[in-house]
């Protein structure tokens, strides 16, 4: 199966934005089902390389590559051509959030680093830095990694678990809805909780520091 599904990556050949931007509005405005193929195709390499950017057995491959392709046929389905941001950039996450789940259901281990970027291109740095402030930032960046763990505990136990779900096991929210039993606009809700009770205390400590050293 591998073989022939690589053998098939190597016929695909790279659309001009003006062909992808016609299918694109051919599978959007009128439903043309051909253009939606044409367009699951096109980037079926972007699944590839996140299948391969993460570390399996080679046994789990196959699998994880049908996983990844569910992914990016959910954000072909989803993605707003109108929003102005680049369709593989968007796409990314959710055939990364489903191959992920795939590992995790493998018993494979799939923990992200705090620089890893929500389904917004946002990463929980960024969240929990001031970017108004250039030398508070380069102190909170040097806290960072030491800290927010030990600050995790701290939180109730659904924002910890929605926070560490996003930003640290890069998993979809819906995944973490359903194991919480909740909406997926409740995750939300939490994870926007979480981030200002984790930046307030990140930024207790960030100002304790600059204090203690004369910033």
């Known amino acids: 199966m591998l073989t022939s599904y ?3 990556l190597k016929k695909i050949t790279l659309l001009t934005r003006e062909e992808e931007q016609t299918l694109w509005r051919a ?10 193929a044409r367009l699951i195709e096109q980037y079926q390499p972007l699944v590839f390389k996140e299948v391969m950017r993460l570390s399996m057995h080679s046994e789990w491959i196959p699998d994880a590559i049908q996983e990844g392709t569910v992914g990016l046929i959910e954000a072909v389905e989803h993605f707003r051509i109108q929003q102005g941001v680049a369709f593989s950039l968007y796409a990314v996450h959710r055939i990364r959030g489903e191959i992920l789940e795939y590992l995790r259901r493998e018993g494979g281990s799939s923990c992200q680093s705090l620089n890893e970027v929500d389904d917004m291109g946002v990463s929980l740095q960024d969240l929990l830095c001031d970017p108004e402030k ?6 909170e960046k040097h806290l960072l990694a030491e800290e927010v763990l030990r600050l995790f505990p701290r939180l109730p136990k659904k924002e910890r678990t929605v926070l560490a779900g996003v930003y640290l096991q890069d998993r979809q929210q ?4 359903a194991e919480l039993s909740v909406s997926v606009a409740y995750v939300y ?11 307030g205390m990140f930024g207790q400590l960030v100002r304790k520091k600059e204090k203690i050293e004369g910033i």
């Open 6 to 8: 690589l053998e098939e």
């Open 27 to 36: 599978y959007k405005e009128q439903g043309n089902m051909q253009a939606r």
């Open 134 to 139: 250039d030398t508070g930032r380069q102190t």
């Open 174 to 177: 819906k995944n973490i809805a």
């Open 189 to 199: 809700r939490l994870r926007q909780r979480g981030i200002h009770r984790l930046r």
